[in-house]
Nanobody, 123 residues
Framework: QVQLTETGGGSVQFGGSLRLTCAAS????????MGWIRQAAGKEREYVAA????????DYGKSASGRFHIARDNTKKTMDLWMYNLTPDDTAVYYC????????????????WGRGTQVTVSP
């Protein structure tokens, strides 16, 4: 089992920035991709970003491209998501997820999920 814990959510005004962190623990042996998926109230889950084990491949969803930056530290077993120029449309619960490949995360197919952290952007 792998446990994922998200931190860094909160409230920010339009145009502001936030940094989310996901920490992995438990049976984390082997290579794995990490990523973020979000879900706004009343809406379907939306892919945000993913990063492969080497950090060479970083992939972003349409809403995140150009505004968000994903990184990871394998020695610390953490992943960060820097979010800039936030708008109310970014308001959602952000979930950390792990899968063997980043493409699986893009498809919403994760082996493990965190409990999520709320991000609220006010107008």
């Amino acid at each position: 089992q792998v446990q994922l814990t998200e931190t860094g959510g909160g409230s920010v005004q339009f145009g502001g920035s936030l940094r989310l962190t996901c920490a992995a623990s438990g049976r984390t042996e082997g290579d794995y991709a990490m990523g973020w998926i979000r879900q706004a109230a009343g809406k379907e889950r939306e892919y945000v970003a993913a990063i492969d084990w080497t950090a060479f491949m970083r992939d972003y969803g349409k809403s995140a491209s150009g505004r968000f930056h994903i990184a990871r530290d394998n020695t610390k077993k953490t992943m960060d998501l820097w979010m800039y120029n936030l708008t109310p449309d970014d308001t959602a619960v952000y979930y950390c997820a792990v899968a063997p490949t980043w493409s699986q995360l893009r498809e919403g197919r994760a082996d493990y999920w965190g409990r999520g952290t709320q991000v609220t952007v006010s107008p």
